[in-house]
Structures are given as structure tokens and as C-alpha cells.
């Protein structure tokens, strides 16, 4: 069966470090990725998302930025924090098709 | 722009009643709709997924309809429990999966 890793699960870091968010999927091949950020209150925001090894799709400019080395691995990034980026990230997967999507557990950020 | 609405924004109801769950849509051209429940600082779960050929999928006490004609969907919860207490969140595909802003359910014993 399939199953989506993210980690880590809590982090707080400084404005101005950067950030590194990992997401793995297992259990399947050539996966559709996503990253959704869900701020305090409000619903949750497609960021990134991926069809293929090294293709991204940015949906919102920020000073985030996704990558994807190898088929089942996803990762978001920042150079340097901002306040504004705290809140709660999920990693999302769906197969190729009109099918449903998987959600990990999601990462609570806190930019302090 | 598709553009999800959830009413209402939150619920409150004694254990054992039935409940309606509602969630619309502007644009009708989509390939599917999936119902989620998120559980506080918690990760979505998959409740329904509901194809766009399809009217209705059922899961034990949960049932969700969809009417693409209209762009509407219902999610009903039979006999609910302390336990059904969570944020539902009602999210449409055409390519990029577009959420509402959830309802917020809190079932009291």
C-alpha cells in the first residue's frame, strides 16, 4: 500500500534561517506532488506542485521553492524565513488520472 | 477561478443526530470531489472521494451526494458521535485541488 512521509513534524526557526521540508512517498511510481500551506485561520493554499522528476509548478511568488530530485521525493525550501511564512505545511500526493489525493501529516512552522 | 463555499462555518450538536454538511462550487468542470476531516494540528484524512460521473459515495455513516449541474455537494453524518468532532473540509478537482475554508464540527456528548 501507500504511504507519505513528512518530517519533521514541529519546527521553529529564526527569521532569516533557512528552511528545509522533506516529503516521500512509497508505494507507488511517478506520483503527482503537491505542497499546501494552511495559515492560522484561514484555508489551506496550493504552493508547488510537481508531475515529473525536476518539474515545478509554482502557484504562489514567495520566497519558498520546491524541488523534486528523484520520483517520490519532494522537498520545500527557503533561503531565509520570513514571519509571514509560519503555519502548517502539508505534502500531498495523487496518482496520474482524475483520482483522489493522500495528505501526510503535515509540519507546524513557527518563524519566530 | 473556481471558488469553493462550505456552510456552515461551524456546527454544534448533541450526540446522536443526524447532520448536513454543505459545500458548492462555481465551476462545474471538474473531475472529482473529496470530502477530508482534519482533527486539530492534525493532517487531512480522506473521508469520500466522489468521480464526477458518479452521484453519491457512501462510508459506513458518512454519505456524500454530488449535483455538478448546480456545483453542489452534501455530506451527511448519521447518528453522530463525540468522536465525529473535527473540521471538514470540502475540496474540488479540475486539475488543481481547490478547498473551501471547512466546517468547524463539534459533536457533544
Known amino acids: 500500500s501507500q504511504t507519505i512521509h513528512q518530517w519533521p513534524a514541529t519546527l521553529v526557526q529564526p527569521v532569516g534561517s533557512p528552511l528545509s521540508l522533506e516529503c516521500t512517498v512509497e508505494g507507488t511510481s511517478n506520483p503527482n506532488l503537491y505542497w499546501y500551506r494552511q495559515a492560522a485561520g484561514r484555508g489551506l493554499q496550493l504552493l508547488f506542485y510537481?508531475?515529473?522528476?525536476?518539474?515545478i509548478s509554482s502557484e504562489v511568488p514567495q520566497n519558498l521553492s520546491a524541488s523534486r530530485p528523484q520520483d517520490r521525493q519532494f522537498i520545500l525550501s527557503s533561503k531565509k524565513l520570513l514571519l509571514s511564512d509560519s503555519g502548517f505545511y502539508l505534502c500531498?500526493?495523487?496518482?496520474?488520472?482524475?483520482?483522489?489525493?493522500?495528505f501526510g501529516s503535515g509540519t507546524r512552522l513557527t518563524v519566530v | 477561478k473556481q471558488e469553493v463555499t462550505q456552510i456552515p462555518a461551524a456546527l454544534s450538536v448533541p450526540e446522536g443526530e443526524n447532520l448536513v454538511l454543505n459545500c458548492s462550487f462555481t465551476?462545474?468542470?471538474?473531475?472529482?470531489l473529496q470530502w477530508f476531516r482534519q482533527d486539530p494540528g492534525k493532517g487531512l484524512t480522506s473521508l469520500l472521494l466522489?468521480?464526477?460521473?458518479?452521484r453519491e459515495q457512501t462510508s459506513g455513516r458518512l454519505n456524500a451526494s454530488l449535483d455538478k449541474s448546480s456545483g453542489r455537494s452534501t455530506l451527511y453524518i448519521a447518528a453522530s458521535q463525540p468522536g465525529d468532532s473535527a473540521t471538514y473540509l470540502c475540496a474540488v478537482s479540475g486539475g488543481k485541488l481547490i478547498f473551501g475554508q471547512g466546517t468547524e464540527l463539534s459533536v457533544k456528548p
Open positions: 466522489i468521480q464526477s460521473s458518479q
Open positions: 500531498a500526493w495523487s496518482e496520474q488520472g482524475n483520482y483522489g489525493y493522500t
Open positions: 510537481s508531475v515529473g522528476i525536476g518539474q
Open positions: 465551476d462545474s468542470a471538474i473531475y472529482n
